[in-house]
Each structure stands twice: as structure tokens, then as C-alpha cells.
């Protein structure tokens, strides 16, 4: 997730075996934003921008499970990656 008027980045992971629900793997603002968004471009890693999402996200701590009541958002960032991934992989 990014908000671009904070320069603020998320970054997300889902195991399901190891977690019912996604977790905050990354998060930073300003410069600490921008090498997130860097490191994700050098891995191929989709970035969705969204930035009330990424506020929201932004108020948890890195390793935290995201809440329940963010789960419908969360998923639509998952099928969007998903999306991107299979039509990459064309």
C-alpha cells in the first residue's frame, strides 16, 4: 500500500500457515516509503495504491495481524496481486 501525499508504504505478508490473517511485514514514511517501494520493484512485487488503506495500516505495528474489520480491503489487495502475478506469468 502507498499514500503518496505521506510518502507512507506498507508491506504485507500472508501465510496461512503460519497466521489467520495477513501481517505488517514493512512500514515507513518518507525515505523509509520510498527504499520499501524500491526493494518491491527490484523483486517484481505488485504495489497497490491506496491511500486511506495505507493509513489505516500505517497505525499497526510491523509484525501486527491486521484487524478483522480490514480484511475486505486487505483481500482486494491480495486478488489484485494475484491478478498481476498470473498475468505476468503469461
Do not use: C, W
Not at 58 to 78: C, K, R, S
Amino acid at each position: 500500500m502507498i499514500n503518496d501525499k505521506r510518502k507512507e508504504a506498507i508491506a504485507l505478508k500472508y501465510d496461512q500457515k503460519a497466521s489467520k490473517a495477513p501481517v505488517i511485514l514493512a512500514k515507513g514514511k518518507g525515505k523509509t516509503a520510498e527504499n520499501i517501494l524500491e526493494k518491491a520493484m527490484k523483486l517484481e512485487i505488485p504495489v497497490q495504491r491506496d491511500e486511506s488503506l495505507a493509513a489505516l495500516l500505517g497505525q499497526l505495528d510491523i509484525h501486527q495481524t491486521i484487524p478483522e474489520e480490514l480484511y475486505g480491503a486487505v483481500a482486494e489487495v491480495f486478488a489484485f496481486i494475484y491478478k498481476v502475478d498470473k498475468d505476468m506469468n503469461r
